[in-house]
């Protein structure tokens, strides 16, 4: 069973940036897909940047390319997400989850944090 534990959230002005980090336990990531997926009030989740176990393959949604940079840290077992010119519709839960090596996404987990919050003000 892994566990993954973020952290890094909290309550930023637009165009401020925040680095959350997903720390897996209990077992090692190397070889799966890891990724970012957020939430906002009333919506469905959605992905926001993935990374492959060789960290050759990259992801990121439209809405986030070019401000936000994900990355992993094998040898920590855990994964970046830097997160610059912050705006109020990045508002949401975040949430690291951990897939199989053959996928771009690990939409359907099977592992999953508890999520942290980020909070953007205008």
């Known amino acids: 069973q892994v566990h993954l534990l973020e952290s890094g959230g909290g309550s930023v002005q637009s165009g401020g940036s925040l680095r959350l980090s997903c720390v897996a336990s209990?077992?090692?990531?190397?070889?799966?897909?890891l990724g970012w997926f957020r939430q906002a009030p009333g919506k469905e989740r959605e992905r926001v940047a993935c990374?492959?176990?060789?960290?050759?393959?990259?992801y990121y949604s439209d809405s986030v390319r070019g401000r936000f940079t994900i990355s992993r840290d094998k040898g920590k077992n855990s994964i970046n997400l830097q997160m610059n010119t912050l705006k109020p519709e990045d508002t949401a839960i975040y949430y690291c989850?951990?897939?199989?090596?053959?996928?771009?996404?690990?939409?359907?987990?099977?592992?999953w944090g508890q999520g942290t919050q980020v909070t953007v003000s205008s």
């Open positions: 209990g077992y090692t990531t190397d070889f799966y897909t």
């Open positions: 990374i492959s176990y060789t960290s050759d393959n990259i």
């Open positions: 989850a951990v897939g199989p090596p053959g996928v771009r996404c690990p939409d359907t987990g099977p592992f």
